[in-house]
Every structure is written in C-alpha cells, then in structure tokens.
C-alpha cells in the first residue's frame, strides 16, 4: 500500500512540474483558470508527496543514531535541558618552560639555544630597558612629547621575535619596540622617530613610539586600537595566495581584544584559513583598566577555539616558551594554512604611556612584586648565571656600554634638524593636485614674508618650487 501510494504521488509530482514548466516558458496555450488548477494539484501533488515520504521514513528511522544536520555547528541532541556555563574548564593551563629561578622544568621542552643565542636575548632586552628609561626621563623633562615603556614585557618581543622568519611581516600595537630593536632597527633610528627629526622614516608625520620599518617587514604603528587585526588577516590571506612560505604575527593587547575590530580579524584569518598568529600581550591593564574589569572568561586564549583556532597560554615572562610557542605556531600556520592565537600572560610593570598615572588604580607593592620576583630579564639572567655564562663583571660593563651606546643616539637626535615644512603636501599624490599646489605655495610665501615669527632655522631648508628640504 505505500509503495502504491508513493508511486501514485511521484506521478502526480512529474506531471505537475512538466505542466508548470510549459507554463512557465510560455508553451502552455491554458487560460490563466487552468494554471491556477494546475499550481493547486501541483501543490496537493508535492505535500502527498512530502507526506507519504514522511511516513515511509519514520518506518524505518532509528531515533538513537539521529545526528544534527544543521550546517552551523558540528554536536549531538541531548534530551536534558542544560546551560554551557563560562567555568566549564578549570582554566586554560599556563605553558612554561623556565621556572622563575631560571631552572630549567622539562628538558624535551628545552629550545637548546647556543650560548650566542641566549646573550643576544638577554642585550636586546637589557637595552630596549635601558632606552626606555632613558627616554621616558627625556619626555619628564620636556624634551619629547610623548613615550610608552616596555617595562616587564621585554620577554614576549623577544622571545617571539626570535621566532620569527625576517620575511614575515609585523604588525605591532605600540608596546612591541623590541620585536623591531631584534629585528635590528638601530638606536639612532628609534631615537629619530621619538624626537621627529629629518632623519625619521615618517618624516615627522607620527607621534612618539609609532615606528616603522618597510625593510623590516615592521607595519607603521597606528594609535586607533585593534585596527590591525583585519588588516593582519588580510596581508596574510594575500600571502597565502601567493604561496610564499612566510606568515603574518599581529600583535594586541587584552584590551584591544575587546575592540570590534578584534571580532573581524579572528573571524576573517579563520574563515579564510590564513597563516596569522595573533599574539595577545596580556599584561593584567588596559590603561586603567584591570582585567577583571575587561572581560568574564578565562582570558583571551578561551576565544580561540570559538573561531576556530588552535590556541595556547604561554607565560610571557618566560622567553624560552615564548620561544617555543611562536616557533611551532609559525610552523603550523604555514604547513597548515590556519591561524594561531598566543596568549601571553605578563605584566606591566611601567605607567600605560607618559600620559598615565598607575598609582591611581594599582598598588607600590603589586607593581614591585613585578618588578623584583617575576621579572623576564633577571629570569634569563638566572639562566645564564647557572651555566656560568654571566656573571657580575659581565653585567657592569654591558649596562655601562648599553648606556652609553643609547645616550650617543640620544644626543644625536636631539641636535638633528626637523623636516622640512615642505614634507607636509608630499606623499599622498603621486601626482599633487592644482589645489594642495596652490596651499603649498601660499605657505611658502607665508613663512618667507614673516619668518621672523617662525623657527625656522630649526627645520631643514625648504627649496622653494621642489617640495623638498636639503
């Protein structure tokens, strides 16, 4: 009897859509009466059709191996009903590989880096250090606008920068100075960016601590928060079309993972299956604000795997397992053409930027913990110290030649010359427009007419017609 039902239905089916597609084609010579008909037997046709299918499933369908089909999600149905709740874990553990001693936890987690390696680690961090004291004082005295220190953070740009291929392209928030000092962006260079001379890159044109290095592959820093997170996945789904073995890292504050922008970029670097690591610098403030008061999961790490990414907890004052965490992200994210997310947990021990006060919303006593127990430098020191490859005598004269080596750019920096006031029309058009010559001309008239009012012998000289300072 169903099978008679069935074939019945199907033929009523067959018949109503041949009719229906002769209407439709304009082959049917029917009244529009007829075509009416015609759609409510093809109607009754289809639900008879849906019915007796319906019916002839459920004879044969076995409740217990029912799956979802819903293309949004990959679960099974449960019969009870049940909130996920946010402590479903105990937390995502915290992967180290030095205890704070410097000793050594695990020997297979051991990176085995020369002798070389490890000093070339522990200068460039001692010297992004002593730059950073040397130019948050030059801000306190006037003599710079604006500065934003490194303090306490020094392991996780190292450690992931060491990582890194040269090739792979950088795209900083504006605490990742060591990622390009490593890179070997040189003193006199970081020091010209900050006082905005005629020898910067950008040419005057940003505040303090926004650098940029197109031979490094180091992105110009931008203020806006999170804005490099789309852009990151899109310079890395390019770099996987091209196929060009290298990856993408972006780095970003906890706080900037509340950012809009941050939503955008892990869903993109995910759906698009691009080579990207995301690397969090969770430091516990964004400016002001603690993380208790930032977010209610555990951390950023626990984002990952609702986009879709593979994720990992690092301790960020470790550099060996940042190290470690980097290198096999990298490797993974190209092999596999997926992106990574880092989470690496450190603290910020400085002022947000030269603009901020912490003693307002943080204790003497949390930061000095920071500062003297659980610190990245003297953890690699410990290190070293132990296997008899520094010692106090090393210390003095590396910090006496480091200073030094700072104050020199320091100094030259400051008795540089400024752009020229020309620089502000360049650079936008290839080709400068009728109406930005014509400013460009009335400035320059301006500034020779009464250039008694103006400094400018502070500025490189502007050659009147070339747009050029000399």
């Not at 915290?94 to 936890?105: A, E, H, N, S």
């Not at 990992?312 to 980097?326: E, H, K, P, S």
């Not at 750019?409 to 930005?436: C, G, H, I, N, W």
């Amino acid at each position: 009897l169903y099978l008679r039902q069935h074939q019945r239905a199907d033929l009523i089916f067959k018949m109503a859509a041949v009719a229906s597609l002769r209407s439709f084609c304009g082959i049917g010579v029917g009244t529009v009466r007829q075509h009416a008909g015609l759609s409510a037997r093809y109607r009754l046709g289809h639900y008879r059709t849906f019915r007796v299918n319906a019916c002839l499933s459920q004879q044969t369908f076995d409740s217990v191996e029912e799956r979802p089909q819903f293309p949004g999600a990959s679960a099974e149905f449960v019969d009870r009903l049940e909130f996920i709740q946010p402590n479903v874990l105990s937390g995502i553990p915290v992967y180290r590989v030095m205890d704070r001693q410097g000793q050594i936890l695990n020997p297979d987690e051991d990176p085995k880096l020369s002798k070389e390696q490890v000093l070339n680690f522990y200068q460039k961090m001692t010297l992004l250090n002593t730059m950073d004291r040397i130019l948050y004082e030059s801000q306190r005295q006037g003599r710079i606008s604006f500065y934003m220190t490194n303090y306490g953070e020094e392991g996780t740009h190292i450690g992931s920068a060491a990582a890194l291929d040269p090739t792979d392209l950088v795209f900083g928030q504006y605490r990742e100075a060591g990622v390009l000092m490593y890179r070997g962006f040189p003193l006199d260079l970081f020091m010209a960016q900050c006082y905005a001379n005629a020898d910067d890159l950008g040419k005057g044109r940003q505040m303090p601590v926004h650098y940029g290095c197109k031979d490094l592959n180091f992105v110009t820093i931008s203020s806006p928060l999170a804005t490099q997170l789309p852009q990151a996945a899109g310079s890395a789904y390019a770099v996987k079309r091209e196929n060009a073995n290298r990856a993408v890292i972006c780095y970003f504050g906890e706080g900037a993972a509340s950012e809009g922008d941050a939503h955008a970029g892990f869903n993109f670097a995910a759906t698009l299956e691009c080579p990207l690591l995301f690397f969090c610098r969770n430091n516990g403030y964004a400016i002001s604000t603690p993380t208790n008061e930032q977010y209610r999961g555990d951390g950023i790490a626990a984002r990952g795997p609702g986009y879709g990414m593979p994720s990992i907890r690092v301790d960020g004052n470790d550099v060996f397992a940042v190290y470690n965490a980097t290198r096999e992200a990298r490797r993974r994210a190209i092999a596999e053409n997926q992106p990574f997310l880092i989470e690496a947990m450190t603290y910020r021990i400085g002022h947000h930027s030269t603009s901020d006060d912490s003693s307002a919303y943080r204790s003497v006593d949390e930061v000095n913990y920071w500062d003297k127990q659980d610190h990245p430098i003297s953890r690699l020191r410990h290190y070293m110290a132990a296997r008899g490859w520094w010692g106090e005598e090393d210390e003095r004269a590396w910090r006496k030649q480091s200073r030094r080596r700072v104050m020199e750019a320091f100094e030259k920096a400051e008795r540089r010359k400024k752009p020229s006031p020309a620089l502000l029309f360049t650079d936008v058009y290839q080709d400068m427009p009728p109406a930005l010559q014509k400013q460009q001309e009335s400035l320059w008239r301006h500034l020779h007419s009464y250039r008694e009012h103006y400094p400018l012998g502070q500025y490189e000289e502007w050659v009147e017609g070339t747009g050029e300072g000399k």
